[in-house]
């Protein structure tokens, strides 16, 4: 819940009375061998862009990433602390962590301070017990593991999208493709989700990062 | 006076009277001014989805030779109930042109009465059928002029002499579009992506039909508020086909 002083006149520009958001548009897909994570780039405060290449995708341990949308200031607070657990935790273990342990001290902060927080987070990774694992967790606090899962304001308009589009043993290219193209449909669409596309793929190899400027999105047809 | 969680308001001789009332006369009172109330304000649609549509899909799109319109068959009161599983949101208001509704039922029901005789008048007078956007513009006007009480969208569709194959949204304040294919109702939002990838200008009639069924599929599975069965209508300068695809015939997609 944005808290707002309901001050509509012009001597106040909308930005000074509106939280920071990252009204947005995230996805996560699981593929053999890892998994590909995409976000846009767009952080407002009201109509005001705050950050327009913003990189919603945080390192939380070598090859566990998280994507944010919600509050700013809370994923980015909640981020923090699961970093710094989750960093914790491996050297105890002397081994990579699960992803399963990164989504799950997600859910643990995101339920406990439930009503003090507006995050939806989704955990996405590769460790050697399961391979690529993609968890949500959404405003409220549950987690649930998906093959598939898109989160943020934009999330809304792509769900027809990605249920037709979506096949269980698509290739990395392919995924990439898919998210890269259901983010831009959403952007397109939804006015608080823009800028470029960030994507990046986790596997046992590592972690790839690429940027897909505006004028190389994909394009669909009638415009 | 407050009623609930609601004001009401009431002249100044019904507050008046109403204090002199005690116990069983009061909660008479109180009834019966509820009972007005639910009816006065019947035409409200309380909705959790963004703006004020209430339950449904809907969409008209262009193809080569005609147009295809298309909704969804559920009708719900509040979020949990589902007063119809089949009612036919599909409206005809000449030969070749249809009017699908979002928003109130009421308000729609009303408006496309009145546009019904307002055309048919029309397409009197100029001795030939109504032109697609003379419909649309009769809707306009109503939409416009009585914006304050009513709250319906429409997407109005069909084939006339002069333009062929058209499609008119007129958007709840009144304003008129034509649009080569276009969606409504709250169950739009979950396919906004996925007509705007799918849509290509010039399909057959298989493609718009699939593009069609498709749509109205995916939008049904994501809002509780869309269900039921999935209502078509070809509109062609030959015919106009009526197609319902049942619950059991819709494609079904990678996680049912």
């Given amino acids: 819940i944005v808290s707002t002083f309901n001050n509509y006149n012009d001597l106040y520009p909308d930005w000074t009375q509106r939280e920071v958001s990252t009204g947005t548009t995230i996805m996560a897909v699981e593929f053999e061998g890892g998994v590909v994570i995409g976000a846009d780039s767009r952080t407002t405060t009201g109509a005001y862009i705050a950050n327009r290449v913003t990189d919603k995708l945080t390192p939380i341990h070598e090859r566990i990433f998280c994507c944010r949308s919600g509050s700013a200031a809370d994923t980015q607070a909640i981020a923090d602390a699961v970093t710094y657990q989750l960093g914790f935790h491996s050297i105890e273990l002397d081994e ?5 342990t990164a989504a799950s001290l997600f859910r643990e902060m995101c339920y406990r301070y439930r009503e003090e927080l507006m995050a939806g987070i989704i955990v996405a990774g590769w460790d050697p017990r399961r391979g690529g694992q993609v968890y949500t967790v959404p405003v409220g606090g549950m987690m649930t593991r998906q093959p598939v899962s898109v989160g943020g304001s934009g999330s809304s308009y792509i769900y027809g999208y990605v249920d037709s589009n979506y096949r269980a043993g698509m290739s990395k290219e392919e995924c990439l493709k898919f998210t890269a193209e259901a983010l831009t449909l959403a952007m397109e669409r939804d006015g608080s989700s823009g800028g470029v596309v960030r994507l990046a793929v986790i596997s046992e190899q590592g972690v790839e990062r690429q940027v897909i400027l505006g004028n190389q999105l994909p394009k669909f047809s009638t415009v | 006076m407050r009623l609930a969680n609601t004001s009401v308001a009431v002249s100044d001789e019904r507050a008046h009277t109403a204090q002199s009332l005690s116990g069983d006369a009061y909660a008479t009172f109180i009834h019966d001014l509820y009972v007005e109330f639910l009816i006065m304000d019947s035409h409200h649609s309380y909705s959790q989805v963004k703006g004020v549509s209430t339950g449904t899909t809907i969409l008209a799109v262009k193809f080569n030779g005609g147009v295809i319109i298309g909704s969804d068959s559920r009708a719900s009161m509040g979020e949990s109930y589902v007063s119809s599983k089949t009612i036919n949101k599909l409206i005809q208001v000449h030969d070749r042109i249809f009017c699908c509704i979002a928003g109130s039922l009421a308000d729609a029901q009303a408006v496309t009465k009145m546009a019904k005789f307002q055309l048919s008048f ?71 992506g996925y007509v705007d990838a799918k849509f290509k200008p010039d399909m057959s009639l298989e493609e718009a039909t699939q593009f069609s069924t498709n749509a109205l599929a995916l939008a049904m599975g994501r809002d509780n508020v869309s269900g039921g069965v999935v209502h078509l209508v070809v509109i062609t300068e030959a015919e106009v086909k009526h197609v319902v695809v049942p619950g059991n015939k819709l494609p079904k997609f990678h996680d049912e």
């Fill in chain 1, 96 to 100: 990579a962590p699960l992803v399963q």
């Fill in chain 2, 122 to 192: 029309h397409s009197i007078q100029m001795e030939s059928p109504p032109l697609v956007k003379a419909a649309a513009s009769i809707m306009r006007e109503l939409c416009y002029n009585n914006k304050e009480e009513l709250q319906a969208g429409f997407i109005t569709a069909g084939w006339d002499r002069k333009k062929g194959p058209q499609i008119y949204v007129v958007s709840l304040g009144g304003m008129l579009l034509s649009q080569p294919y276009t969606i409504g109702g709250s169950g739009s939002t979950y396919i906004y």
